[in-house]
């Protein structure tokens, strides 16, 4: 068995409800909390590209010496 390398992107669409004294603290809060930490979220969907696949040339299973020190 070989072992390959996926480059790929994920993203979501949501939504998530803050409040603050102004839309640049909201900003602000949004950008500095983690997303668990910031309340109400509502997640639209999910999306997942597959961008390219690559096999890992450089994979140590398939190079073993046996009198090197790992």
């Known amino acids: 068995m070989r072992k390959f390398i996926i480059d790929m992107t994920m993203s ?14 909201a900003k602000a809060k949004f950008t500095n909390t983690p997303l668990e930490q910031l309340g109400s979220y509502k997640f639209g969907s999910f999306y997942k590209t597959f961008r390219g696949i690559k096999l890992d040339e450089f994979d140590p299973r398939f190079y073993k010496d046996e009198d090197k020190v790992r």
């Open 12 to 25: 979501y669409d949501f939504q998530v409800t803050i409040e603050a004294e102004s839309e640049e603290a």
